[in-house]
């Protein structure tokens, strides 16, 4: 068997094919072998159009384009497909964590340690992480939580723990 440009082309047309299947269904990511596949498609158009003519370059370019739009419509539409996609809109979704803190809102605890401005607060008996708005808060000033956003819980200290953190402020500057 003689290889003719059209055999040469059909195989290079097949390879670069080939390449792009086994980067979308075997090889995560889109990567060497996925750029691979384009490059072969890109040089077998080229080569059709220098061997075989201007012609046969446009349709082997042509071919590529419309086989590779034509397998992600039909693995997009297909049973397969949508194990490939999302099927859910996920912009109203929320984290555990974040679940069920909204009513925290006003509550008061204690500092289990010292926030600075990051740390733990006993709230209900539960620990939790929390921040401040950039004051540090010594361990075991009374705090109030003020606002809770997703997972993250910002407090500050109450009056009298205030006047608690500012005494032990005190002590450590004496």
């Given at each position: ?121 006993l709230i209900d ?37 205030e006047a608690r ?10």
């Amino acid at each position: 068997m003689e290889l003719t440009p059209f055999v040469v082309t059909f195989c290079l047309f097949l390879l670069g094919l080939m390449c792009l299947v086994v980067e979308a269904f075997v090889i995560p990511g889109f990567g060497l072998v996925g750029i691979l596949g384009i490059v072969v498609l890109v040089g077998d158009a080229v080569y059709a159009w220098l061997t075989i003519g201007p012609l046969a370059g446009a349709v082997v370019l042509l071919l590529a384009a419309t086989s590779g739009g034509a397998g992600v419509y039909l693995v997009m539409h297909t049973r397969l497909g949508k194990r490939f996609r999302l099927a859910s809109d996920l912009s109203d979704s929320r984290s555990a964590v974040s679940v069920g803190r909204e009513g925290l809102v006003g509550a008061q605890g204690e500092a289990v340690t010292t926030l600075r401005p990051a740390g733990v607060v006993l709230i209900d008996g539960q620990r939790v992480d929390a921040t401040t708005g950039g004051e540090l808060i010594e361990k075991g000033t009374r705090i109030r939580v003020v606002v809770v956003e997703g997972p993250r819980i910002v407090v500050r200290a109450t009056e009298d723990g205030e006047a608690r953190t500012q005494l032990c402020q005190e002590r450590t500057e004496t």
